[in-house]
Nanobody, 125 residues
Framework: QVQLSESGGGSVQDGGSLRLSCTPS????????MAWFRQALGKEREGVTL???????EYEDSVKSRFIISRDSVANILYLQMYSLKPEDTATYYC???????????????????WGQGTQVTVSS
């Protein structure tokens, strides 16, 4: 069982920046598809970005050019750097890991079987 621990959420003004971190309990580089999802109040969980086993990335359209996913493969930490935050980015952000044959956001959250507890990001206008 992979345990994921997120940190770095908080409250920022419109246009601000935050960096989220996710620390898995096992080494994930080269094995797991790693992703960030978010869920706003009253809405479904949606994929934000992911990092494949060979470090390819995929981004949801609304966050392209504003969010960057990366990892420290030595420290085994997954990051989500968020710039130019908007009120519509307000949500609980979840780190997810999946041992899946195809690493993509297009299949939604169900292929990912390991989830963190979530960290709240609030962007005020």
């Amino acid at each position: 069982q992979v345990q994921l621990s997120e940190s770095g959420g908080g409250s920022v003004q419109d246009g601000g920046s935050l960096r989220l971190s996710c620390t898995p309990s096992v080494y994930t580089y080269g094995t797991y598809c790693m992703a960030w999802f978010r869920q706003a109040l009253g809405k479904e969980r949606e994929g934000v970005t992911l990092l494949t086993r060979n470090d390819s990335t995929e981004y949801e359209d609304s966050v392209k050019s504003r969010f960057i996913i990366s990892r420290d493969s030595v420290a085994n930490i997954l990051y989500l750097q968020m710039y130019s935050l908007k009120p519509e980015d307000t949500a609980t952000y979840y780190c997810a890991a999946g041992f899946v044959p195809k690493c993509t956001l297009r299949n939604g959250p169900s292929p990912f079987d390991h989830w963190g507890q979530g960290t709240q990001v609030t962007v005020s206008s």
